[in-house]
Each structure stands twice: as C-alpha cells, then as structure tokens.
C-alpha cells in the first residue's frame, strides 16, 4: 500500500511551461488542411477563417513546443486541399518526406461526411470520409456528396508510413445529423464541420445503423507496421463538430488541444510532460464546459475521442511513452488526469498509521451518485494493486457497482479474505468512480489482488484502463446521445509502522 503526493490526482494550481526538449529532427514532417471554402460555394462554411486560424495556430504549437522546423509543415487551404492533393502529400511530403523513426503529423479543419460502405469492413454499412475542396454536391439522395476521401483511403495511405510515429488530428464530424433534429434560433447556432444534409440522411439508411455507427471509433485505425500511430477525433461518431465563435473563430477542438499545449494547461500534474491522456482530459473537460454555454447547439454533446488505447500514455509532443523504472504519483496521473470533482470519500479502518500485527484492515468508499468503482493501491516502493473488482468480488456479481451514499467496504465479510499489516509500509489508495458504466478492459475485469508485474502497469494496465474511462457513454443505445463518461479520483494515505 504506497503514497501519491496530496494533488498528485487533483488539478494543481500553476502549471509548468511546457516545451519540447531536444535538437529539432529536420525529417520530421507536418501536413495541415484547412477548408473555409469549398468549390461548391453551398459547402462553404458561413463563418470565415475558422480553419486558417486552427492551422495556423496548430502550426504555432508544432514549431514553438514540438520542434518541427516551420519549412517542414506544409499548409493546404481551400482550394489547394483537393482530393488528389491530399492523398498525394500524404504519400509524398509525409511518406517520402521522413524515415522511420521520425514523426508525421496530419491535420484537418473542414467538412467530415460519410457515405456508404463499399469494402464490407464497417459494422455500420458507412465509411467516415474527410470533404475535400473539389468535393461535388450531387443533390441525390442515396449519394448526396461525391468525391469525398474515404477512411479506407486513408487508412491505406497512413499505414503505407511504416516505422514512422504518425499522429492524425480531425477537427470534423462524421453524423450528418444522426439523431434527432436540432432546432435553435440561427444567431446562437455555431456552424459544424459536417454538412447538414437532411434530404439526405434517410436515403442513406442511416437510423436503423445508428446503434452500430455510435460505437465507431475514430477516423484513422489501422496500425503502422514498426510505427506508431495516434489518432485524434474531435467529436464522437455520432456528433457534431462545432466552430467556435467567441472570439476569433476557431474550431472548439482545435482552440482546447493548442491551448493544453501552448500554455501547458494539460499538463495537470505540472511534472513538464504532457501525455495524450492528460491532454484528453483536458480537451474533454473544455468541451463539456462550451456545451455549458452553449446548451442549444450541443444537443448531442461534445466528446472528443483518442485511439488506440496505447496511445494514452504517448508524450503529445515526442509520440513517445516513457518506459518508467518506478511506478511514481506522476505515472499515475499521466494516465488517470482528473480530480476528485464529484466529493468521493475513502476512510480506513482502522485509521492510518497502523502498527504491523493490526489485523482486519479495510477501506471504506463512499460516493454521492451510483457507479463504478475501481480501487488501486501505489506503495512507494512503486508496487500497484488492484483491490477492487477481483476474483472475490466477481463471485457475488458486484461488476465494480457502487451504490451512491452506500458505503462499500472492501474487503467486505462475504470475500472470505482479510487485509493485515504484515510489514512496515507506506503508500495510497486511489479510488475511482465512473458515473456510467464503462467497458473495463480484462486486464481489470479478471484482476487478483496481486501487484500488477511494472513493466505491465505503463505499458498495457494503466492505457487500457484509460481508454476505457474515454470511450462515449450510451454508445449502445440508440435513444440517447453519447457523451463523455463522468468521472472522479480519490486518494487516501495511509501508513503502517514497526511496534516500538
């Protein structure tokens, strides 16, 4: 049983500068699109500018804190962003343009669309496609848009980077309006990156798929042979991607992923590093407070998504995951990057500090709303456990619930095990509540109470565990919108000492 630091899991006040350390790769490559205005003048978007500020602002970060040299970030706007200068710069100024090991970035500001699956490869019969400038608005109602670049496209293109760290960010939607319609009075309406084609959404068979089209993931999922790859959604599938127009217009993913980087607010336990997970969070947390302001327009909500689950503990700038010797406080919280914002209590009985011999310890959570509860140990000498669920708990199908204003004691009587202080220790107990039920991966799911082998806990235990606290509520049902999972962290010290 170990010990984070007391705002180890909360958000400290202050935050380090962050920047990228390190000589500047000239290899290293970036590829930013951005579409205010598309040939069919009924594409483009109302609100100018919007995308030439996110690239260029998205340019700004990559140079000033990422170490791109500013001539190795190409910019495609409007209509140099056809589909064949797209597929083409990946292929020649991403692909040809770095070597393995380096880093290749792709961005896009614009239209995302869909249209239907020809491969065979979709649960949910649709392909997400990206709009490009020469896109053609047909008008008909089974292809309402043609010559739209495809996910299988670019699948093909991104995975042909092979040994290459490849990150890929859309600031646009893919739902054409899935759910219900949205009815707000036009000034308070943000424009989306996702054409409204309500002609059209019917004639594509869209409803009876929107089940299977909620649990879409993100644009971009094949793997990199040798490489890695990051991928950046702005929404959920099945939601709206909104432009910003508070001040300067800007997408609202764009604004919160360069201001979590450009100031450092992302880095939330200030140890100078930022982690995709940590830099999720942060964008999430800003979305669901624009949603805030703007309840008329978010009828669907704002969830931005990141995959593949190893990607959580990545460095945003470098694409790297540091391989940690120990397992420390700031680990953790690369990974689980929020507080305690929902008042979850945890007590130990009896209270810490223990003398070793004292027998029958227990730990006592306590949350205001029902859950799910997932309850770790960190020792100081860098050992982590997962108390909660286990084998035991499992027998008497708990599933990880807690009922809210219900304490739940674990070990409880019905485990047919006892904790008991059988050496000097120090450490923490962290627990975490998830409002909705999340999909536990089963490196949790089938958890003994046992420390987790290190080389385990960064590499699969803690991302998996991560991804699965990030990915839509309600993406199963298809009578509610989606939305981020509700989440908090607690921690409790506790100590247990030699008898004098």
């Not at 969070?281 to 703007?294: F, N």
Request: proline share 5%; aromatic share 6%; hydrophobic share 40%.
């Amino acid at each position: 049983m170990s010990t984070l630091k007391n705002t180890a899991l909360g958000f400290v006040a202050g935050a380090t500068l962050f920047g990228f350390v390190g000589h500047v790769e000239a290899a290293d490559r970036a590829l930013l699109i951005g579409l205010d205005q598309y040939s069919d003048k009924r594409l483009s978007f109302k609100v100018q500018k919007s995308a030439a500020n996110d690239v260029e602002s998205m340019k700004s970060v990559l140079v000033s804190k990422q170490g791109f040299a500013g001539e190795n970030v190409k910019i495609l706007q409007n209509g140099a962003a056809t589909k064949q200068a797209i597929l083409a710069e990946i292929k020649d100024w991403l692909g040809s343009g770095t070597k393995p090991g380096d880093r290749a970035v792709f961005y896009f500001a614009g239209h995302g669309y869909f249209q239907k699956d020809t491969s065979g490869d979709e649960k949910d019969g649709l392909d997400e496609t990206l709009v490009p400038f020469d896109a053609v608005l047909t008008g008909e109602k089974s292809t309402p848009i043609t010559g739209m670049v495809s996910d299988d496209e670019l699948n093909a293109a991104f995975a042909a980077l092979s040994g290459r760290r490849v990150s890929v960010i859309v600031d646009a939607g893919h739902s054409g309006t899935l759910t219900r319609a949205i009815v707000v009075e036009a000034k308070s309406l943000p424009e989306a990156r996702s054409p409204q084609l309500d002609f059209a959404t019917r004639a594509i068979t869209v409803e009876p798929r929107l089940k299977a089209q909620k649990l879409e993931g993100v644009l971009i999922d094949h793997k990199i042979p040798k490489g890695s790859l990051t991928s950046w959604s702005a929404v959920s599938s099945s939601q709206r991607a909104l432009i910003n127009t508070e001040g300067a217009p800007r997408g609202v993913f764009t604004g919160l992923y360069v201001e979590g980087i450009a100031q450092a607010k992302a880095d939330l336990n200030s140890n100078g590093v930022i982690t995709n997970a940590e830099l999720l969070g942060y964008i999430t947390k800003g979305s669901k407070a624009y949603c805030g302001r703007h309840k008329q327009a978010c009828e669907m909500g704002l969830t931005p998504r990141l995959e593949p689950a190893e990607a959580f503990g990545r460095n945003v700038a470098t694409g790297i995951a540091k391989k940690p010797a120990k397992i420390t406080p700031d680990v953790i919280t690369d990974f689980l990057s929020k507080g305690n914002v929902h008042g979850v209590v945890i007590q130990q009985i009896p209270k810490s500090p223990v003398v070793v011999g004292a027998r029958d310890i227990r730990f006592r959570v306590v949350s205001p709303h029902d859950g799910y509860l997932v309850l770790l140990n960190l020792t100081d000498k860098g050992d982590l456990l997962q108390l909660f669920p286990n084998a035991f708990s499992r027998k008497h199908d708990r599933d990880g619930k807690i009922r809210g204003k219900s304490p739940m004691t674990i070990p409880d009587d019905y485990y047919g095990l006892k904790f008991h202080a059988t050496a000097p220790s120090t450490g923490q107990i962290i627990a975490l509540v998830a409002r909705e039920k999340i999909d536990l991966p089963k490196a949790v799911k089938t958890r003994s109470i046992e420390v987790i082998p290190r080389q385990q806990v960064a590499a699969t235990y803690l991302p998996e565990l991560a991804a699965s606290l990030s990915r839509p509520a309600h993406a199963g049902k298809d009578k509610i919108n989606t939305k981020a999972v509700d989440w908090s962290v607690a921690t409790l010290k506790y100590a247990i000492v030699p008898r004098k």
